[in-house]
């Protein structure tokens, strides 16, 4: 069953900072949250990931809301090859799956 | 350091016939994971193969089988082929049951 819920669609100029939420609202305190993309018709990417603090890296930020129900991808400076899907995935530490729900697709636009 | 790759890149086949597919895990990571993703839609879990066994399967019924060899690489081996077979499959390894990275996939088509 889907823990995440998010926009079906964004779109972004080109340049700008491209903010996609994500609710989870039913998180567990052993869950983290996981953010992955796919570009049309590839394997998706990992992204980044955290449990209760921001986390940034060289690809994007994670903001997550001090209750843990809502989070914030961050891709600071938008590309035309940031146009994929998005997903915002809650998964136990061990676990062995990813639910991947519909994600968001992101489109940049030049 | 080589990242996830998956054989062959595409496929077809049809009704009833069988299939292998195969995934190379990334350097270090022991565990595999493989997912279907149908046109349109998310991955889905099948299942995981961890230290040689499996570890956790999806809704997936006993004609979708695997293997993990003693390197790591895995195959999924899918029986009496369905129209709805056609769609992407994806492999995914690990180091145990951390962060996944996914290789590039291999579409099967099943006419």
């Known amino acids: 069953d889907a823990k995440t819920t998010q926009p079906t669609s964004m779109d972004c100029a080109e340049g700008r900072a491209a903010n996609l939420p994500c609710n989870h609202s039913t998180i567990s305190g052993n869950e983290y949250v996981y953010w992955y993309r796919q570009i049309h018709s590839q394997g998706p990417q990992y992204i980044i990931h955290?449990?209760?603090n921001n986390e940034t890296n060289e690809m994007a930020s994670l903001i997550i809301t001090e209750d843990r129900k809502s989070s914030t991808l961050i891709l600071p400076h938008a590309t035309l090859r940031d146009t994929a899907v998005y997903y915002c995935?809650?998964?136990?530490?061990?676990?062995?799956?990813?639910?991947f729900g519909t994600g968001t697709r992101l489109t940049v636009i030049p | 350091e080589t990242g996830v790759t998956q054989s062959p890149t595409h496929l077809i086949k049809t009704r009833g016939q069988q299939v292998t597919l195969r995934c190379s895990s990334q350097?270090?990571?022991?565990?595999v994971s493989w997912y279907q993703q149908a046109l349109g839609q998310g991955p889905q879990f099948i299942f995981q193969?961890?230290?040689?066994?499996?570890?956790g399967r999806g809704n997936f019924p006993p004609r979708f089988s695997g293997l993990q060899f003693p390197n790591y690489s895995s195959e999924l081996n899918v029986n009496a082929l369905e129209l709805d077979d056609s769609a992407l499959y994806l492999c995914?390894?690990?180091?145990?049951?951390?962060?996944?990275?996914f290789g590039p996939g291999t579409r099967l088509l099943v006419l």
């Open positions: 995914a390894s690990s180091v145990d049951q951390e962060t996944q990275y």
């Open positions: 995935i809650v998964r136990q530490t061990g676990a062995n799956n990813l639910f």
């Open positions: 955290g449990l209760k």
């Open positions: 193969y961890y230290r040689e066994e499996e570890n």
């Open positions: 350097s270090g990571h022991n565990t």
